[in-house]
């Protein structure tokens, strides 16, 4: 018996071993849709409002000191008719960087759900605290935000981070988007 219990004492720690080694697409869910979570971004600690925050690496070869070069990617999900509007917080973002930019959000429909996305560079305002005040402005940041029109209300993706992080990041946002579909409800 002792040899059995040693035997999957062995067969389950290898397991755990190799699950640890293989780094798997993991997925995450509000409002209604569920998304692919990027392979390079590891989820951070939980942070107020917040469905989800995941810190975005900065290039490779480029140190970050004390983490100035990481980036971010916040998910927030307040329910039906919370939040404000889909142009409300578009406005929003963009008040959040000088000079103030004149980019134009865009519209796509993926897998049937609505996603308004805005990309925003310049000196970032950082915003934070209950009254989002800013943290001091933080030059050569961007912007890569996405809203989803899901069916429990809007979910809001916004990732913010040095120019050169959200420049490697892009390709991974723009996969987790193509990602977003509607979760099944069980």
């Not at 780094?23 to 979570?37: D, F, I, Y």
């Not at 390709?171 to 990602?179: C, E, M, R, Y």
Request: hydrophobic share 40%.
């Amino acid at each position: 018996m002792r040899t059995v219990r040693t035997g999957v004492f062995t067969l389950l720690a290898l397991a755990t071993v190799l699950r640890a080694a293989t780094p798997a697409a993991s997925e995450a869910s509000a409002g209604g849709v569920r998304w692919t979570v990027p392979a390079g971004w590891t989820t951070a600690p939980e942070k107020p409002m917040r469905v989800a925050t995941y810190a975005i690496p900065a290039p490779a070869g480029q140190p970050a000191a004390a983490g100035q070069d990481v980036g971010e990617c916040g998910v927030f999900f307040f329910g039906r008719g919370q939040g404000g509007s889909v142009e409300d917080n578009l406005a929003r973002w963009k008040t959040q960087f000088e000079p103030a930019p004149t980019a134009k959000p865009t519209v796509q429909t993926v897998h049937g759900l609505k996603v308004h996305e805005l990309d925003l560079s310049g000196a970032y305002l950082a915003p934070s605290g209950p009254m989002m005040q800013s943290q001091g402005k933080k030059a050569n940041w961007r912007l890569l935000g996405a809203i989803v029109e899901a069916p429990d209300g809007l979910v809001f993706f916004k990732c913010t981070g040095p120019a050169a992080t959200m420049a490697k990041a892009e390709k991974d946002f723009q996969a987790l988007v193509q990602s977003l579909s509607k979760a099944t409800k069980t």
